[in-house]
């Protein structure tokens, strides 16, 4: 049975001027992508008007509330003892965000809750990206 769950929060972007601009998120997870943790922009924050997602892996984020981790797109980081820092690397440039950490601490064991580390179906995983990947051919 696939378990999905949203928790709304709060981000802070951080502007070139280091001025902090408050952007409404929404943190999501489905036991389906058990390995992956979703970021949903609303589109009133997002340059062309349209909803953006980013996804990257549940264990990036465990690892980045502790101590910096992240490579290609995603980066996080602690930024003292209640904030993490984000950045998002993409064509169109870098989106740097301030999240409040007891918030995505809070979201992380929710999803251990719904499927503890180490317990992932990775074959259901690969078998749904495969077929994704050959889908029509």
């Known amino acids: 049975m696939d378990t999905t769950f949203e928790q709304p929060t709060r981000a802070s972007l951080v502007t070139p001027e280091d001025r902090e601009v408050p952007v409404p998120a929404t943190?999501?997870?489905t036991s389906e992508d058990?390995?992956?943790?979703f970021i949903d922009f609303p589109p009133e924050s997002t340059l062309d008007g349209a909803c953006v997602t980013w996804t990257f892996a549940r264990s990036l984020l465990d690892d980045g509330l502790s101590?910096?981790?992240?490579?290609?797109?995603?980066?996080?980081?602690?930024?003292?003892?209640?904030r993490t820092v984000l950045e998002f690397h993409s064509?169109?440039?870098?989106?740097l965000?301030?999240?409040?950490t007891p918030a995505l601490r809070r979201f992380l064991l929710r999803t251990y809750a719904v499927v503890p580390?180490?317990?992932?179906?990775?074959?259901?995983?690969v078998e749904r990206g495969l077929s994704a990947l050959f889908d029509g051919v």
Do not use: K, N, S
Not at 67 to 82: F, L, S
Not at 97 to 100: N, R
Not at 117 to 125: K, P, R, Y
């Open 91 to 95: 064509p169109y440039g870098l989106a």
């Open 97 to 100: 965000l301030q999240f409040d």
């Open 27 to 29: 943190l999501r997870y």
């Open 117 to 125: 580390a180490g317990q992932e179906d990775l074959g259901a995983v």
């Open 67 to 82: 101590a910096p981790a992240g490579r290609g797109d995603v980066h996080i980081w602690p930024c003292g003892r209640t």
């Open 34 to 37: 058990p390995l992956a943790v």
